[in-house]
């Protein structure tokens, strides 16, 4: 399937890396969370790309066609450098598609841009490039490829972070107070799964999760999968750090492709079907 990316935005909140760079383009270790996030996609068998580019589109682009595979991959190096033979390699079976879909443009604008790009995809994965996950994707998709009469699924996650949520009237009186870890609340990851009559639902202008989601609301074809395990945003400086702190102390969960590379397993029924399907 074609993974969608978008890429265009400001990233305000993260303002000291953002003036200098798009926010997908700040480096977790070696590679920028871009990279890490179509790695992950990779890993699954889903290698064709199309990046919906805006700010600093330039730094991306240029950022792929000087792609350095030595950064991240073993080498052998002869010839005082002349002769560099690559043990192994992170993007050369990718295939990226890069779409400026201008400045100011929201997610759905960003989205119904590179609609001709998905034709004939029956379905098709999409990603705000801001967030790292170690989810099972055969597994969300899998699921949701069993719910025919569905057009949108994203990765729903309870956040962990150490503040109460408050239920209030307007004259003050609080009803509720419960930390956010309990108060059944959960937030889009913006890991998602379309079919592609999601464009059917949609007019340009929309912002994605915003109207197109309530009209599917409406006619009960949006759903969310539960994921329990790491996720984390890179939506300001200190989510940087968090991500490089885990980064730094080895084994980071979200580079699934490492234990899939160490400690490969049987493929199940549904992932051959869908590794078989990438491979068309």
């Not at 993007?91 to 960003?110: C, E, H, P, Q, Y």
């Not at 609080?174 to 889009?188: A, T």
């Not at 999601?198 to 915003?210: N, S």
């Amino acid at each position: 399937m074609k993974v969608v990316l978008f890429c265009g935005g400001m990233g305000i909140r993260l303002r000291d890396y953002s003036d200098q760079i798009p926010k997908p383009m700040v480096t977790i270790g070696y590679r920028p969370v871009l990279w890490n996030i179509m790695k992950y996609y990779a890993s699954y068998g889903h290698k064709d790309f199309i990046l919906c580019l805006g700010y600093k589109a330039d730094v991306i682009k240029n950022y792929f066609i000087n792609y350095d595979e030595t950064i991240s991959n073993d080498f052998v190096y002869t010839q005082g450098g002349k002769n560099i033979e690559l043990l192994n390699s992170d993007i050369s079976d990718w295939k990226i598609t890069f779409v400026d879909t201008g400045l100011n443009a929201n997610i759905g604008m960003r989205l119904m841009q590179v609609k001709e790009h998905l034709k004939g995809e029956k379905m098709f994965l999409a990603n705000y490039s801001d967030g790292l996950t170690d989810m099972d994707l055969n597994e969300m998709v899998g699921w949701f490829d069993k719910q025919k009469d569905k057009t949108a699924a994203f990765m729903a996650y309870q956040p962990t972070h150490s503040f109460h949520v408050v239920k209030r009237e307007d004259n003050g009186r609080v009803n509720e107070i419960s930390h956010i870890g309990s108060s059944g609340l959960f937030i889009n990851t913006g890991y998602f799964v379309f079919r592609n009559e999601i464009f059917d639902h949609m007019e340009y202008g929309d912002e994605l999760v915003e109207e197109p989601f309530n009209r599917l609301i409406e006619k009960d074809k949006l759903i969310s999968w539960e994921h329990k395990g790491f996720w984390a945003s890179m939506d300001t400086f200190k989510d940087k750090k968090n991500l490089d702190d885990i980064y730094a102390a080895g084994s980071p969960p979200w580079e699934v492709w490492t234990n899939m590379e160490q400690h490969p397993r049987k493929r199940t029924r549904m992932e051959k079907i869908f590794f078989n399907y990438a491979a068309i």
